[in-house]
């Protein structure tokens, strides 16, 4: 049976490089530093590949960040895959756990994150399960 977890989360991205830019897409990459709040405690360290076009609102990312702290009161460490894209505007995200990723008291975590940015402020939620090999 899955868990629902929920809370906020800050987010820093910086430039890593020059962002490429040719034929109306730019190519760009950036660290992310994350720090999560509410039922997961943790931080975040992650890179993020990035391409715009020149038309607004359309654009892509995928994202490897390692999230470590504590989630439900368990201690440990787990990856997420971030798959992004925007079209005209219209987001689609996927956040995934990398499976066998999770170490500790969340060696067997398996789940799904969503975000969502209300007036400038990060949200998340996180369906998991810990268990089950």
């Known amino acids: ?19 490429e830019q040719s034929e109306g897409v730019t190519l760009g990459r950036m660290s992310a530093d994350k720090r999560y709040q509410g039922d997961l405690e943790a931080t975040g360290k992650g ?11 359309s654009a892509g ?12 009161g368990r201690s440990g ?14 987001p689609q995200l996927t956040i995934t756990v990398v499976p066998d990723s999770g170490s500790g008291q969340l060696a067997s975590l398996a789940g799904q994150m969503t975000i969502h940015i209300v007036d400038g402020k990060h949200f998340y939620d996180f369906e998991y399960t810990l268990g089950g090999r």
Do not use: C, D, W
């Open 1 to 19: 049976m899955a868990t629902s977890a929920s809370g906020t989360f800050e987010v820093k991205l910086i430039p890593l490089g020059t962002a």
């Open 47 to 57: 890179e993020m590949l990035s391409a715009t076009t020149s038309v607004k609102g």
């Open 61 to 72: 990312y995928v994202a490897i960040e390692r999230v470590a702290g504590n989630l439900g």
């Open 77 to 90: 460490s787990f990856v997420l895959q971030h798959t992004g894209i925007m079209t005209r505007g219209e």
